[in-house]
Nanobody, 121 residues
């Protein structure tokens, strides 16, 4: 069993930065890949970034490549999403998930409740 709690969301101006955290409980976090997703109102949940269990391999959606950085600290059972050069279209509810690093939501078996990111002009 893995429980995930996101934090770090908020209101930021376009061009600004935020760092999201995903705190995990359970002993298996360090042995599992994880990912970040987001969902804007009226839209489907979309993949943002994924990272393997050791943090040596990452993957990103084209829309965030070069602006967002996914990382993890297994000693702290925490994953991160550093978001720079934020755009209005990055506004969404951001979720972390455990079990995979792939874009398909069905490959993940644990999800957090989400943290809201709002980018203003």
């Amino acid at each position: 069993q893995v429980q995930l709690v996101e934090s770090g969301g908020g209101l930021v101006q376009a061009g600004g930065s935020l760092r999201l955290s995903c705190a995990a409980s359970g002993r298996t976090f360090s042995s599992r890949a994880m990912g970040w997703f987001r969902q804007a109102p009226g839209k489907e949940r979309e993949f943002v970034a994924g990272i393997n269990y050791s943090g040596t391999t990452t993957t990103y959606a084209n829309s965030v490549k070069g602006r967002f950085t996914i990382s993890r600290d297994n000693a702290k059972n925490t994953g991160y999403l550093q978001m720079d050069s934020l755009k209005l279209e990055d506004t969404a509810l951001y979720y972390c998930a455990s079990g995979s690093m792939l874009p398909n939501t069905r490959t993940y078996d644990y999800w957090g409740q989400g943290t809201q990111v709002t980018v203003s002009s």
